[in-house]
């Protein structure tokens, strides 16, 4: 994957097109342009690159047979996100990853992440996300989800759990990640 630079809305409309054309040369250049980002959201999401290339491949196969849907309301770049994170989405239910997910309306949640600056502002990017990779697959599809914008009755439709739960799952995640800060730093 080389990266390529940003396209202007011109560009991009005529990406599309051609794109919608069965253009290979148009194909090629969308895929250069998106997949560095998308396959980050992959990883991020299935916490390993092997599982995110797999996702990154399916999710490309989707945008292509659904391009027609894409009316050029809002960013294209967001519509492919949505395509990605529901790819991800699958990829984990179908490997039933998020069975171990914790079904806990009855249970106290756990504290909320406390301020840590001082260990994040230390640690780097890549060691960030390594952390938000080797989250336990619930903890990590409803962190990722909620960095992503999506709201906790959004989240909990989307994996078939409860609002508290992914309520719960967000701070679990958060009391997972700070421990495992602590723990380096």
């Known amino acids: 994957m080389k990266k390529q630079s940003a396209l202007t809305d011109t560009d991009l409309n005529d990406l599309i097109q051609r794109c919608l054309k069965r253009d290979v040369v148009a194909q090629k250049r969308l ?10 959201l992959s990883i991020r999401y299935m916490g390993d690159r092997e599982a995110g290339m797999d996702v990154l491949q399916d999710g490309f196969v989707t945008v292509f047979s659904k391009l ?41 949640a756990a504290f909320m992440m406390e301020s840590r600056e001082d260990a994040v502002s230390r640690m780097g990017a890549k060691e960030l996300t390594a952390l938000i990779e080797s989250m336990p697959p619930g903890y990590r599809a409803v962190f990722n989800l909620t960095i992503d914008g999506f709201q906790h009755d959004e989240i909990a439709r ?25 723990e380096l730093y």
């Open 31 to 40: 895929y250069d342009t998106y997949a560095p980002k998308m396959l980050a």
């Open 68 to 108: 027609r849907t894409y009316k050029g309301e809002g960013s294209f770049e967001g519509w492919m996100r949505k395509i990605f994170v529901n790819e991800a989405l699958m990829a984990l239910r179908k490997n039933d990853a998020l069975r171990y997910a914790d079904k806990i309306d009855n249970i106290p």
């Open 158 to 182: 989307m994996l078939g759990i409860s609002s508290a739960s992914s309520r719960s799952q967000l701070s679990r995640a958060r009391e997972w990640l700070q421990k495992r800060i602590e």
